[in-house]
């Protein structure tokens, strides 16, 4: 039987139920739980500066409107969050920089663009600012974009590179479509939304030779579940009670 008290935990976009998600504010007190892990997203400014925000537009967590990459750095760094004290779009060095001689990892999900296709440069300046921070060794990139966590993990010095995948594309291709996937690009750990997951599907990925992590345990239930099939990392909005129910 699988250990449930095996899983990393991950504050996912710094723990969004508790606070504003991804906000400085949030990281700062995700560094002070129990926790291994904190997740990250980031999409480029117009003057090319790696910004951490989920969405390609400001209009659901912050005050203002329109795709993020017509902003330059210096005014997406003025924009204000919705809720929290007051905190602003935090730029990757800023984040990076909470996590400078911490035990923490932190995950950084390379974003697309508004179109869907990749920003031209984003991981490279990711790993730039990682390095500046000297914090690569305890980062990982993680991506649905295939070709992008392939490139992160031929960049080489993180902790490790995750590829996402949507529940949508596992009804397409199955089990197997997505196994071939990651073995095509030698990935070694992929993650999914934990209501895709269930016993018999993580076993076939296990024998696969592939490490395992999900999202979408938010709640006590999805958490327990996580914890039960004995995932490598859990990503969770609530990190507090992700620690309680953990033990």
């Keep these: 039987m699988p250990n449930r008290y095996q899983a990393d935990i991950v504050s996912h976009r710094g723990g969004t139920f508790l606070w504003p998600e991804n906000s400085l504010e949030a990281f700062e007190n995700s560094l002070m739980l129990g926790i291994e ?19 390609p537009v400001l209009q659901r967590t912050t005050e203002a409107q329109g795709p993020v990459a017509t902003r330059s750095s210096e005014e997406l760094g003025q924009i204000r969050l919705r809720g929290g004290r007051g905190g602003t779009i935090p730029s990757l060095a800023e984040v990076a920089a909470l996590f400078t ?9 390379v974003k697309p663009a508004i179109t869907g ?17 000297g914090i690569r060794a305890q980062c990982r990139i993680i991506a649905f974009d295939a070709e992008v966590a392939a490139a992160a993990q031929q960049a080489g010095g993180l902790a490790g590179v995750i590829w996402l995948f949507e529940h949508r594309l596992l009804h397409a291709i199955g089990a197997e479509g997505v196994i071939a996937i990651a073995r095509t690009y030698g990935f070694d750990m992929v993650e999914t939304d934990v209501v895709a997951l269930d016993a018999e599907l993580c076993g ?3 024998a696969a ?15 327990e579940k996580a914890f039960g099939l004995g995932l490598e990392a859990v990503a969770t909005d609530n990190p507090v009670l992700a620690t309680r129910l953990r033990g």
């Design 37 to 55: 892990q904190a997740e990250c997203d980031v999409h480029l400014s117009a003057d090319g500066v790696p910004m951490v925000i989920h969405d």
């Design 101 to 109: 001689g911490k035990s923490m990892q932190l995950q950084v999900e």
């Design 117 to 133: 296709a990749a920003y031209p440069g984003l991981l490279d300046r990711s790993l730039a600012i990682l390095d500046q921070a």
């Design 204 to 206: 076939r990925f296990r």
């Design 209 to 223: 030779g592939l490490r395992l992590g999900a999202w979408g345990a938010n709640h006590a239930e999805t958490l």
